[in-house]
């Protein structure tokens, strides 16, 4: 990596978009915002079709006379009707494998061995194998107890990135062996933040931030405004890969692309330094929801939590397959954490700002600071901005948007933007002190539509026990017609009156036919019996939906 840094370019700012694998692969190849086009969830329970016109990059490059290989990781969130993404797609993949020597090619390899499953061990591998990372040396982020445990899956990781080094390394070797290395582009990034915990999967910078190192070929350097061996601090993001992979052909970039180019033709440096501003997303992983989205602007970031009743720590399986994750609950179970390390597993606000030049880990929330508020207030709008240009469809339950926007997720964003409007305006109203929108979210639980009950049902269970006048109409709302609304409902009664929240949200498991709002559901169920305490009696489901990803629920529920 390093002797690639000192033949090219190193961006100190670079991003992933999404902080998961899938989501951000699918952003990735499509140059698209994901919450635009439907493919923010990890795991996807349906594919989105692509809309006549959209292609990935790839599949453009093919049409220009590109040989696009791939080795061999797709997991994308979409389909395309009839042609493929690549020449080739496997572990046997290579731009060796082109018809002709002369062929220009486009070859992308995924690198495994860093993968977050490389830190899935047992309690004896700590015993019988030791680190090439010494443990002692680890510098641990202020989130994570000190412990051997996380010292010891922390100094693994940095073993893991040698391997992934090395590996590196043997791509290029073969590069020049084939006498390719002076006429080709390479470009070394992260699938997405680190593995450790509270990296991949949440949209903090340890979830979002990706190394990338660009190598810049001899006989291409013109292409390149920048001088071999230095960096730049330049922002730049996933979206805007294939905008810069189709700039650097020669190829126009298509307006559907929501991405700018970094580098090629038109791109000077003193304009890519300027760039400064950077959003995020994070939906649901695998069974675990959440609903996060960010902006960064130079050193500022905003979080917007908008299921913020949720600690970041609510389960996931796979995620709690890592023995750290299991011991960083165990101790805050036990009360043994400091503030900064009990974050994790506590509700976050609906909004959150932090100086990331004094503050990286984001650990120190600046948002409710007067002399701030500007800061705030503008990273706010811009937010809000954004969500409404790209028509955010996680405004919709994810039920509702496989139901009704898949076949052509770009049309239905643009024909329901003044509705994606009006609900992220009543989202917001949890941003506002409870007092001066009490009487709005009142109107909404009364006579809103069925998405404007939704969110105003949310925004009810963002502020909790403060909410608690607003309990009876909460309580008319537990039998709405639609499962989702009545999901919401009962879920903010629980949280601002303490009412049992299980046997309703039993029923509607038990009730509906659609997993995805299942596995919405019971998402609600671990959170109330893991972090409230109620309790879930043995054998209460009777779903009668086929199988989902909510069986990973009743797996954690049965104990398995």
């Known amino acids: 990596m390093e002797k690639m840094a000192s033949q090219g370019l190193t961006f100190n700012h670079a991003f ?101 499953s490389s830190l899935h061990f047992k309690q004896a591998l700590m015993e019988e194998e030791k680190t090439r990372t010494p443990m002692e040396s680890v510098k641990l982020n202020p989130y994570h107890p000190d412990t051997p445990t996380f010292r010891y899956t922390h100094a693994r990781y940095h073993d893991r990135m040698s391997v992934i080094d090395d590996l590196i390394g043997s791509v290029l070797k073969k590069l020049e062996e084939d006498d390719l290395l002076d006429d ?98 994070a939906d649901r992983f695998d069974e675990k929801y959440d609903l996060v989205r960010t902006v960064r602007k130079g050193k500022w970031k905003y979080i917007r939590n908008y299921q913020g009743f949720y600690p970041d720590g609510l389960q996931n399986n796979y995620r709690y397959r890592m023995l750290a994750y299991q011991e960083w609950r165990e101790l805050f179970n036990a009360g043994k954490l400091n503030e900064k390390q009990s974050q994790f597993f506590r509700p976050r606000p609906a909004e959150q700002l932090f100086d990331l030049s004094v503050d990286p880990h984001e650990v120190n929330d600046l948002s409710g600071k007067p002399q701030f508020k500007k800061n ?53 109203l949890a941003v506002l002190p409870f007092e001066k929108v009490k009487t709005k979210i009142k109107k909404f639980l009364k006579t809103g539509s069925v998405w404007e009950k939704y969110w ?63 596995l919405l559901t019971m998402n609600s169920i671990a959170f109330f019996r893991d972090h409230h305490g109620f309790e879930l009696k043995p054998g209460a489901f009777s779903v009668s939906v086929a199988k989902g990803e909510f069986d990973r629920r009743l797996e954690y529920f049965n104990g398995k």
């Open 376 to 428: 705030l207030l503008e990273l706010r709008s811009k937010l809000k901005q954004q969500m409404v240009e790209m028509n955010d469809l996680s405004l919709y339950p994810e039920s509702y948007m496989i139901e009704n926007a898949l076949g052509d997720p770009l049309a239905f964003g643009n024909s329901k933007n003044e509705e994606i409007k009006s609900l992220i305006e009543i989202a917001d």
């Open 184 to 281: 080709t582009f390479v470009f070394y990034f992260g699938d997405h933040g680190g593995v450790l915990p509270r990296g991949k999967g949440y949209a903090y910078e340890s979830g979002v931030h990706v190394p990338l190192v660009v190598r810049i070929p001899e006989n291409f350097s013109h292409l390149v405004d920048h001088e071999e061996g230095t960096r730049t601090d330049g922002f730049v993001s996933f979206i805007d890969f294939g905008p810069t992979i189709l700039n650097l052909a020669g190829i126009d970039v298509p307006l559907f692309m929501d991405g700018k180019p970094f580098l090629g033709e038109g791109v000077k440096s003193k304009d890519l330094s300027k760039r400064d501003e950077v959003y995020c997303y």
């Open 456 to 518: 105003a049902c949310m925004v009810c269970s963002q502020f909790g026990k403060e909410a608690k006048t607003i309990s009876p109409m909460l309580k008319f709302l537990v039998k709405d017609n639609n499962l989702m609304v009545r999901m919401r409902a009962i879920e903010a009664l629980a949280l601002v009156a303490g009412e049992d929240p299980m046997p309703g949200l039993i029923e509607i498991s038990n009730k509906s036919s659609s997993r995805i709002e299942v």
């Open 16 to 116: 992933s978009n999404g902080p998961v694998c899938s989501v951000a692969r699918s952003t990735l190849a499509l140059g698209i915002w994901g919450p635009r086009i439907g493919i923010q969830y990890h795991r996807k329970a349906e594919a989105v079709t692509l809309p006549k016109g959209v292609l990935p990059w790839s599949a453009i490059l093919r049409n220009a006379g590109y040989f696009c290989a791939n080795n061999s990781k797709q997991d994308y969130n979409f389909i395309i009707k009839g042609i493929s993404a690549w020449d080739q797609s496997s572990k046997k993949a290579s731009w060796r494998n082109r018809p002709r020597k002369d062929m220009p090619f486009f070859y992308m390899q995924s690198m495994g061995q860093s993968h977050e």
